[in-house]
């Protein structure tokens, strides 16, 4: 099949689009032939080689942990879905990629809505997972005022629509020209960056109950501060969280509960169009070297999809055996 990849850390240019064998499932997964699949943050920083988890990586590595598609192999143990069925979720976390390419094995998904686009669908699993774990560990509930720092991104966008759904007053931070976005997800916009105790307080009068870090810019210390404990703030981004006595949340690959049953929430929501998947731009596969350069520069607003599903571009790949694109 193919695949997107990379064989060597580095630039998005390292990526090539070649050949790769099949995945099948094991006995609770299911095979998708997949019709778009995510470019999220621990792609870029996996094929830049930023992150610690490289070091453990066997290249080529494909990339992509959020597919969609239609199901084409079913594990013995599966039950309630058939061949044929168009579903969204992601991949084992722990192998960290193999979303983008022809045929992905997913781990944990459901059923995708109507209503939901290919694209929207997905950029959603891991997002809506993460957000769920979240907002589950904080216990955000109605009437809770929670602040979300780096509201804009791709879990952000996902997080604080799940949050305004459960009730909660939500307070988002970042710059200037996502604040209109924010507002049409329910949020209230807060400028994102130093100086966030006094900004928050010029918005709202009323304490914040809970915060939450996306962004891990180092708003540990000014999150504590609004939120009154330690306890009441989580982070998904900052490695450094132990020193300040915050729960850093990573999920399965740290051994948390994790939040999948907000898939079936989060897609209840879209069917009623109140949830929606913000997606900043789609590429074809072989542009993936753009899609990398692009999900890494500002305004990061929403997600940077792949459409596995447009192979003209690509024909010959199996017997040529990879085409370099940048």
């Known amino acids: 099949m193919f695949a997107v990849q990379f064989k060597r850390f580095g630039p998005p240019q390292v990526l090539t689009l070649g050949t790769v064998p099949e ?5 609770d997964q299911v095979r998708i032939a997949v019709r778009t699949a ?29 597919a969609a598609g239609v199901i084409d192999e079913i594990g013995a143990e599966v039950s309630g879905y058939a061949v044929g069925d168009e579903v969204f979720g992601a991949v ?5 990629g193999g979303a983008s ?7 944990f998904w459901t059923r995708k809505p109507h209503g939901m686009t290919w694209a929207e669908a997905g950029a959603a699993g891991t997002g809506i997972e993460t957000a769920t774990r979240a907002l589950d560990l904080l216990d955000i509930r109605e009437n809770t005022t929670l602040l979300v720092d780096g509201a804009a991104g791709g879990v952000g966008s996902i997080l604080v629509q799940l949050a305004v759904a459960r009730g909660a007053r939500v307070l988002g931070t970042a710059r200037p020209d996502s604040h209109q976005f924010l507002r049409e997800l329910g949020v209230e916009p807060v400028d994102y960056g130093p100086g966030l105790p006094a900004r928050v307080r010029a918005v709202t009068a ?31 981004a900052d490695f450094g969280a132990s020193a300040y006595g915050v729960r850093l949340s ?39 070297a753009r899609a990398h350069e692009t999900a890494a520069q500002p305004p990061r ?10 192979t003209s571009e690509v024909a010959g790949v199996v017997s040529a055996g990879s085409v370099r694109f940048g």
């Open 23 to 27: 995945p099948h499932p094991g006995p």
């Open 206 to 236: 009323a304490p914040v109950d809970r915060a939450l870090d996306v962004a891990g810019a180092g708003s540990l210390g000014e999150l504590i501060e609004l939120a009154g404990t330690s306890e009441s703030v989580v982070t998904l």
């Open 101 to 107: 390419a022809q045929y992905a094995v997913l781990d």
């Open 250 to 288: 990573v999920g399965r690959l740290g051994g948390e509960p994790d939040g999948v049953h907000g898939l079936t929430s989060a897609t209840a929501l879209a069917e009623r169009g109140r949830f929606r998947v913000p997606v900043r731009d789609i590429y074809p596969a072989h542009q993936a």
């Open 92 to 96: 084992d976390v722990a192998r960290l």
């Open 301 to 310: 607003r929403g997600k940077i999809v792949l459409d596995m599903t447009r």
């Open 38 to 66: 995510a470019v999220s943050p621990v792609d870029l920083a996996l094929r830049e080689g930023s992150s610690p988890a490289g070091k453990h990586l066997a290249l080529p590595h494909v990339p992509g942990v959020d």
